[in-house]
């Protein structure tokens, strides 16, 4: 389960945003009566996608990257970039949680809720903290495959 996480949660809410949006359209449309509530809950649910999908980049090894400068390195100097790119992600997607959670604790403490759903701002924020620790999570799992965990046969795990 761990291995296909972010999917588990992208494609089932991806599935179900389209459909939502699709009977909105035919609801304001074609009935003429829309649904009040259902352009907040799909934009919620993107943000969601967007920073799951953050985790999912970084677990696939897909965030744009600049590898000119690393295929003219030696292999030492290339994990030592490697390394550092990736020490340089986790200190950044780390930070951001962290920033992430104070903002969570203090729309949390406002009470704050939606306009439409009347649900705490606090599920749509978490959103960014929860993300960001799954990407640092996924940078440290690739970098733990890579380095420590090399497979037998020689070279580096994908």
């Not at 919620?44 to 390195?73: C, D, E, P």
């Amino acid at each position: 389960m761990w291995d296909h996480l972010e999917e588990i949660f992208l494609i089932p809410s991806l599935i179900f945003s389209v459909a939502l949006v699709f009977v909105q359209i035919i609801m304001r449309y074609v009935v003429g009566d829309p649904l009040s509530w259902s352009d907040e809950l799909a934009r919620y649910l993107f943000i969601w996608q967007i920073w799951i999908g953050v985790s999912y980049s970084a677990r696939n090894r897909t965030h744009l990257r600049i590898m000119m400068l690393k295929q003219k390195m030696g292999k030492t100097a290339q994990n030592i970039l490697e390394l550092a790119v990736t020490a340089v992600g986790v200190g950044f997607a780390s930070f951001i949680a962290l920033q992430g959670f104070y903002l969570v604790m203090k729309v949390g403490q406002f009470g704050q809720k939606s306009s439409a759903l009347q649900v705490s701002m606090v599920y749509p924020h978490l959103a960014v903290p929860v993300g960001c620790t799954l990407m640092a999570v996924r940078l440290i799992e690739n970098t733990v495959k890579d380095f420590i965990l090399k497979p037998k046969a020689g070279g580096q795990a994908k």
